[in-house]
């Protein structure tokens, strides 16, 4: 299992598409998972420690899990299976050990409420992420596919409201 943390939580101007990039521990290498958008502020919600008035569906899940004397233990992105990310929420409780099947993002949003750690599976990660180079002519035409995410966000930032100084 490779640790990761998140890097970032991306939203494209021109298609509002909203993707969550996690970034392996001491590596330069990125994986980014496509996400809805009540996913992307559950977990930037999370990332920014907002209160809210009223618990989100992420706040109640980890109040049940503490109710229940049990702990997260850690997230672990399992699986790829045609451009799908599976995750499981792999708990402690009375000294045994659950795991339970969840979307990669409802994993992600529990994880920065609860502290734990986030880990992929190698092949995940050997198939998915990506490692951003200068040079674009030697990637394949899958590994552009996957950074356009990137240049479809620096392509909608507005930049002319900035002076130099």
């Not at 000294?95 to 990669?104: E, N, Q, T």
């Amino acid at each position: 299992m490779i640790k990761v943390n998140v890097d970032s939580v991306k939203v494209s101007m021109i298609s509002q598409h909203r993707v969550v990039v996690l970034k392996e521990e001491d590596q330069e290498r990125y994986l980014p998972i496509w996400i809805g958008p009540f996913e992307a502020d559950a977990i930037t919600i999370g990332l920014q420690n907002v209160q809210m008035t009223r618990p989100l569906t992420h706040d109640l899940l980890k109040s049940l899990i503490d109710h229940m004397d049990a702990s997260v233990s850690h997230i672990h992105l399992n699986d790829l299976k045609n451009d799908t990310f599976y995750a499981e929420i792999v708990l402690e409780q009375n000294g045994r050990k659950l795991s339970v099947d969840s979307r990669p993002s409802d994993a992600i949003a529990l994880a920065v409420r609860v502290g734990v750690p986030i880990y992929v599976a190698e092949s995940v990660m050997d198939s998915a992420g990506i490692i951003p180079t200068e040079e674009h002519e030697d990637l394949t035409a899958e590994d552009q596919e996957k950074l356009s995410v990137f240049r479809d966000f620096v392509d909608t930032l507005d930049l002319d409201g900035l002076e130099e100084n």
